[in-house]
Nanobody
């Protein structure tokens, strides 16, 4: 059973911005390092951003300087601010625990960056 619901994906123009949200319901994200992952059909899922329980953040090289991850433990939510979006950011984005992923949510699609 999926623990996470991701929303916010949309078509966007190159150079534009999107804000993705991950709603964890009753799952206690405050106890875990959380990450945003993305997947392109035919490729392995990629961890693009992570935030630990002390709010330290780390980014994959493809998104460093353009994406910002944040967490709101009170709302049990994780966010991904995507700026200067590029065509290669087209993917399905999902959130999960880092290192020991549990059931995946449906993800939210960034279907086209034109």
């Amino acid at each position: 059973q999926a623990q996470f619901l991701e929303i916010g994906g949309a078509e966007v123009q190159s150079g534009g911005s999107l804000r993705l949200s991950c709603l964890a319901g009753a799952f206690p994200i405050a106890m875990y390092e959380m990450g945003w992952y993305r997947r392109v059909p035919g490729q392995a899922r990629e961890l693009v951003a992570r935030v630990d329980t002390s709010d330290r953040k780390n980014y994959g090289p493809p998104v460093e300087g353009r994406f910002t991850i944040s967490r709101d433990n009170a709302k049990n939510a994780i966010y991904l601010q995507m700026d200067d979006v590029k065509p290669e950011d087209t993917a399905v984005y999902s959130c999960n625990i880092v290192g020991s992923a549990i059931s995946w949510g449906p993800g939210t699609q960034v279907p086209k960056v034109s």
